[in-house]
DNA sequence: ATTGGAATATCCCAAAATGGGATAATCCGA
DNA sequence: TCGGATTATCCCATTTTGGGATATTCCAAT
């Protein structure tokens, strides 16, 4: 397992990415058209298989309109 | 090159942080102590040869005294 | 309870990234 | 210029990733 992924504050990141995603009534598919991906990318990231960097990070919430900090301090 | 290595975001990423640890007077081989990893796994990174999630890039800026919001403000 | 379309999860595997100890190269103050 | 401190590079077996296609799950309407 690379980096933080599969730890519990790892799940807690993603947990808190999907929950937002749900709140502001995006899809997997609506965000992955944003980030000019494929769904099957969010909801990899979402399920914690794959790992996110900090800009796709930055990316993902301006696509999902939040705060980068919020999640950040939850950490 | 995965997710956002490589790109001009992700560079400048880079340069914050490598910027902030010698602000904070900070050598590659402390912080490695800190997160107890070996000092290439810093270098790596500051390379931009290895991508960082956020959940190391939160562990990071606390073994370097910075807030990441601050960070994630310029990406 | 059934149905059907929307939403999400899983497959597959070639291609690409990672880990980290050892060592080389660079920096820099005296 | 020297020498210790700091940072960069090597190597390569092992692990992860990309993403189209397909399967599965969800859920609202009837």
């Known amino acids: ?3 933080s992924l599969g730890t519990a504050r790892y799940n807690r990141f993603v ?4 929950d937002s ?5 995006f899809t997997q598919e609506q965000v ?3 980030l000019r991906k ?3 990318f969010v909801a990899k990231y979402e399920r914690g298989e794959r790992r996110l960097d ?9 696509a999902i309109s939040i705060n980068p900090a919020n999640i950040l301090k939850k950490l």
């Open 54 to 62: 900090v800009v796709e990070f930055v990316d993902i919430c301006r």
């Open 32 to 34: 992955a058209t944003t």
């Open 15 to 18: 947990e808190l990415l999907v």
């Open 38 to 40: 494929p769904q099957s």
């Open 1 to 3: 397992m690379p980096g």
């Open 21 to 25: 995603r749900k709140k502001g009534g």
